[in-house]
């Protein structure tokens, strides 16, 4: 089992930066797929970013080329860097895990989530 703790939100002015942390307990983190998924305020849960436990990363398109996801597997920690934020950037942001070596954006595929951040960019 994996325990997740996310941290590094906060508010933001729009063109600004924030990194998010996401620790992770447990021995096996490297075998985990690790993802961020977001909710904003009346909109459903989205993928945002995932990584293999060797650092291949994939994303959704609105966030291409402004965040970068990232993992220390000796640290037990996986990083979203976001850039250039927006105010549609505004969620809360959630880190998940999940074994098996598929790719997904699909958030009932990763079983353990942590408890979110708050992330808040202003106009």
């Known amino acids: 089992q994996v325990q997740l703790v996310e941290s590094g939100g906060g508010l933001v002015q729009a063109g600004g930066s924030l990194r998010l942390s996401c620790a992770a307990s447990?021995?096996?983190?490297?075998?985990?797929?690790m993802g961020w998924f977001r909710q904003a305020p009346g909109k459903e849960r989205e993928f945002v970013a995932g990584?293999?436990?060797?650092?291949?990363?994939y994303y959704t398109d609105s966030v291409k080329g402004r965040f970068t996801i990232s993992r220390d597997n000796a640290k037990n920690t996986v990083y979203l860097q976001m850039n250039s934020l927006k105010p549609e950037d505004t969620a809360v942001y959630y880190c998940?895990?999940?074994?098996?070596?598929?790719?997904?954006?699909?958030?009932?595929?990763?079983?353990?989530w942590g408890q979110g951040t708050q992330v808040t960019v202003s106009s």
């Open positions: 990584i293999w436990s060797g650092g291949s990363a």
């Open positions: 998940a895990a999940r074994l098996g070596p598929r790719a997904s954006r699909v958030e009932y595929e990763y079983a353990y």
């Open positions: 447990g021995r096996t983190f490297s075998s985990y797929l």
